[in-house]
């Protein structure tokens, strides 16, 4: 999220709502007759959508593999690499699906396919949850394809991604001190997230995340209900 403009749509998901993802994904497979050995979910993003789909498929052979950006500190390089190898055996001579929950440049699940190819795998086949436009990779399997580009937060990340949107919108309305409301005004302003929509999706969770922004010392209140960043 730190390489995006400070102004871009997101899209706030619920469990409920990424679990039914899980179903539709599992669905296409077995209508397909596809009977993967092993599910390989891609760290961090792909890893509650492998466990559920191993659930729906009636599978118990679930690993993982980590895709990583980064090569030095802060050094973001243009090709996703592999941070931890897979143990021997984990893929060899099985039929493997890969799982990741979303393909924005599909950089991440293409890098991860032919790894596994070159580990002499059976069939390998690919599947995210979720689909964007500008995708140049597409998986055989898709929960759903975005007509529009959006940032997804999705459960598992709620509590990061909107630390960073709520930081990111403080710095950028520039004004000493911020109240929830003012809070959900930027948002709305600046992500396309309306106050109705995130309440839906995850009830009363703005208190939990402003105190847990002061815990983690990203804002300090400065009278009751109005809060500021930290230098
Ligand atoms: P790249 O590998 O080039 O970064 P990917 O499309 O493979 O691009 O995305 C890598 C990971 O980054 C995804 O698995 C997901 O966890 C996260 N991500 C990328 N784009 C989005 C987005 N629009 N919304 C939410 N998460 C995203």
């Given at each position: 999220m730190s390489d995006l403009p400070d102004e871009f749509k997101c899209t706030i998901t619920n469990w409920?709502?990424?679990?039914?993802?899980?179903?539709?994904?599992?669905?296409?497979?077995?209508?397909?007759?596809?009977e993967p050995d092993v599910i390989v979910a891609l760290a961090r993003g792909g890893w509650f959508a492998g466990r559920c789909i191993c659930d729906f498929l009636g599978m118990d052979d679930l690993t993982s593999l980590k895709m990583e950006h980064y090569v030095g500190t802060a050094e973001k390089s243009g090709e996703p690499t592999i941070r931890y190898p897979m143990p021997e055996g984990s893929v060899e001579g099985k039929d493997v699906l890969i799982i990741d929950d979303i393909a924005d440049t599909g950089g991440s699940i293409k890098r991860a396919q032919e790894y596994v190819e070159d580990r002499e795998a059976g069939e390998v086949r690919t599947a995210t949850l979720q689909l964007l436009q500008?995708?140049?990779f597409e998986p055989d399997y898709v929960g759903e394809q975005l007509?529009?580009?959006?940032?997804?937060v999705y459960?598992?990340?709620?509590?990061?991604?909107?630390?960073?949107?709520i930081s990111g919108v403080m710095a950028k309305a520039d004004e000493d001190a911020f109240s929830k409301r003012d809070i959900r005004h930027y948002l709305k302003e600046y992500h396309e997230?309306?106050?109705i929509g995130m309440e839906i999706a995850q009830p009363n969770r703005l208190t939990e995340i402003l105190t847990e922004m002061e815990r983690r010392e990203v804002v300090t209140m400065t009278?009751?209900?109005?809060?500021?960043?930290?230098?």
């Amino acid at each position: 999220m730190s390489d995006l403009p400070d102004e871009f749509k997101c899209t706030i998901t619920n469990w409920e709502y990424i679990y039914s993802l899980c179903r539709d994904v599992s669905d296409d497979v077995r209508r397909d007759e596809f009977e993967p050995d092993v599910i390989v979910a891609l760290a961090r993003g792909g890893w509650f959508a492998g466990r559920c789909i191993c659930d729906f498929l009636g599978m118990d052979d679930l690993t993982s593999l980590k895709m990583e950006h980064y090569v030095g500190t802060a050094e973001k390089s243009g090709e996703p690499t592999i941070r931890y190898p897979m143990p021997e055996g984990s893929v060899e001579g099985k039929d493997v699906l890969i799982i990741d929950d979303i393909a924005d440049t599909g950089g991440s699940i293409k890098r991860a396919q032919e790894y596994v190819e070159d580990r002499e795998a059976g069939e390998v086949r690919t599947a995210t949850l979720q689909l964007l436009q500008t995708s140049e990779f597409e998986p055989d399997y898709v929960g759903e394809q975005l007509e529009e580009w959006a940032w997804v937060v999705y459960p598992w990340n709620f509590i990061e991604d909107m630390v960073d949107l709520i930081s990111g919108v403080m710095a950028k309305a520039d004004e000493d001190a911020f109240s929830k409301r003012d809070i959900r005004h930027y948002l709305k302003e600046y992500h396309e997230v309306d106050r109705i929509g995130m309440e839906i999706a995850q009830p009363n969770r703005l208190t939990e995340i402003l105190t847990e922004m002061e815990r983690r010392e990203v804002v300090t209140m400065t009278t009751p209900g109005e809060w500021a960043l930290v230098d």
